[in-house]
């Protein structure tokens, strides 16, 4: 919809290492435990559906999308935590779904002291080799006519 300005370098650092969801994904899959439960179709392309369980990489794979509040991740107990993904035969990740339930124990509310139910679900979906249309801003196309 338009340019977004950046103050400095460490900010536009900062947003494209947040929207680095591949690596992410590769570091806590390196020893996750996988269950393969058949293949499926994912935007045209043959796909294998893999159950994983993160064990201790679960809150590596929350604090990587939640940069702002780690400390949420670090005080939440974990009721379930279940992650599944598509993957191609060459290996490449179509699709990440995490679904998962916590628990903040004795938090503090207007009405006292309670114990809060979090309810998240996170879906990533991967694109390769495909064209993309980028329109730029009328303005900016004006500019370059004019030189």
Not at 79 to 87: D, Q
């Amino acid at each position: 919809t338009g340019w977004v300005p950046f103050e400095g370098d460490a900010e536009v650092n900062n947003t494209w290492d947040a929207r680095d969801e591949l690596r992410l994904y590769e570091d806590v899959l390196e020893n996750a435990t996988v269950e393969h439960n058949g293949t499926e179709t994912v935007r045209g392309k043959q796909a294998h559906r893999l159950e994983v369980e993160l064990g201790e990489n679960r809150t590596d794979l929350l604090l990587g999308k939640f940069r702002e509040s780690p400390e949420f991740f670090n005080q939440a107990e974990t009721r379930s935590f279940v992650t599944t993904v598509w993957i191609t035969d060459g290996g490449n990740l179509l699709r990440a779904e995490t679904e998962a339930t916590m628990v903040l124990r004795g938090q503090q509310t207007r009405s006292g002291e309670r114990d809060i139910t979090v309810d998240l679900g996170l879906t990533d979906s991967f694109r390769y080799d495909e064209r993309t249309a980028v329109e730029p801003p009328t303005r900016l196309a004006e500019a370059i006519e004019s030189r």
